[in-house]
């Protein structure tokens, strides 16, 4: 297709390392067979995996104190897709959109769809927007949304929300988002119980909502916008209300929404077992809610996250089908390498998931051999799987190297001429 990155530049560019990796690849699938592994396995696994691409993420994000935009970013949500496009062109396990209302709400539904599936892309997940006020929008969330006390602003949130649904339903998404920033910054602001009473109220209607096979993900946040209290604040009382609601709501894990050094994956696990994990918004986190790129702070983090899921996957887990998504702020970088990279670290930790030796694991726990059990994590995670996902990019028809097909590309210098540089819309990441 003419307006992406060539198919000719990507063979030419393949072509030049393409006798490297493979003598690569045959290293490692020698080494791998010692071990009883078979490579052509983990590489059909990995050009299986998939994560979903947010469509505000393609924009550079920004803090509460500024926001740069880079050249040539895209304008509105078609431009988004063609960035979009070029992601997954390069990558090949990106072609799920999480679509962002109203940042990106489609005019023409039908005709988004279509310019989405020409280009390979298709929406998986829809993400309403209460956390914030639309110019043409008639009551405010300063004091919170689907939990404010008074009933028009909660009718007001669940009919945004409902309206995501509907668009969704004509995009052929399948699941719906719902991050809310209700909270209160002082104490005694907020009447704890009676504002999860309220929400769980409004989120009954959105459920009741939901169209058949869809599924609702409820995403929690330990603080900011509010900073005392936070509604839903950790995946405790997430839970509790995707229990209240239903089989089809589940409790979604952003990387980012946790203190530092909790042990997310242990919470990863816990939700697998009351089989309520919706799935993940994938980051990377040193302080806050830094929405750094996944894979960039904590990459053992990640691995053991994988590790869990990919146990959950081989012991077929009763109702474990969870939806991955990115959720970042690309506030120094070019979105796209940050997306791609960002990929490519996910198929990395999923991949070495893969290898660890299960059968020594199980039996070290049992022994409580603790050295033993870390050692064979450790072996899994310091495996250097770079030439498997290479070459699960290369069968796929994408980019040896993505970051480097990309530049020699030069895309964005020339949506730099053909994108005049403007606002921008959708700097906010949730
Ligand atoms: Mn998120």
New binding site residues.
Partial sequence: MGFTVSDELVAEQNGAGLAALEEDYAHLGRQLGRRGIDIERLTERAMAFRVSVPSWGVGTGGTRFARFPGPGEPRNIFEKLDDCHVINRLVRVTPGISLHIPWDKPEKGDELKGYASERGLFFDSMNSNTFQDQPDQELSYKFGSLSHTDPPVRKQAIEHNLECIEIGKALGARSHTV?VGDGGNFPGQVHFRRAVDRYLESLREIYAALPDGWRVFI?HKLYEPAFYSTLLNDWGISYYCARELGPKALSLV?LG?HAPNVNIEMIVARLIQMEKLAGF?FNDSKYGDDDLDAGSIKPFQLFLVFNELVEAEIEEVPGFDPAYML?QSHNVTDPIESLMTSAVELVRAYVQAHLVDRVTLHESQEANDAVMALQTLKQAFTADVAPILAMARHRAGGALDPVGVYRASGYRKRKAEERPAQGGSGSG??
């Fill in positions: 991050w995403e952003d929404h918004h959720d990441i949730v």
